[in-house]
């Protein structure tokens, strides 16, 4: 049974930084042919893509919104994720998601993910 858990989120200042952290059981960030994303719901708005990253050392990549910000990383042996944000601003206050997908490319759609994270709270305010 895949299961992924994400922790970080909470209430910051624009301008602070904050990292999530995305726990994986039944799936391993070292597997070839799974993609590992970032999405991101604000209220009354659709989950959005953030960022994803592939096969193990590839490069990761990221909506045009978050770049130069948030930064994804892997830890192997702890089977872990992490997106770390900087610069956070009050647009970025949404739920955030940790999500796989079994494919090589990069999906940028929600729907193209089929294991989810429950979700944390990230809130910026201005």
């Known amino acids: 049974q895949v299961q992924l858990l994400e922790s970080g989120g909470g209430l910051v200042q624009a301008g602070d930084s904050l990292t999530l952290s995305c726990a994986a059981s039944?799936?391993?960030?070292?597997?070839?042919?799974?993609?590992w994303g970032w999405f991101r719901q604000a209220p009354g708005k659709e989950r959005d893509f953030v960022g994803a990253i592939t096969r193990f050392g590839a490069s990761p990549y990221y909506t045009d919104s978050v770049k130069g910000r948030f930064t994804i990383s892997r830890d192997i042996p702890k089977n872990a994720m992490y997106l770390r944000m900087n610069s956070l601003q009050p647009e970025d206050t949404a739920v955030y998601y940790c999500a796989a997908r079994r494919g090589m490319g990069i999906g940028t759609n929600s729907h193209e993910y089929a294991y989810w994270g429950q979700g944390t709270q990230v809130t910026v305010s201005s």
């Open positions: 039944g799936l391993t960030f070292s597997e070839y042919t799974i993609t």
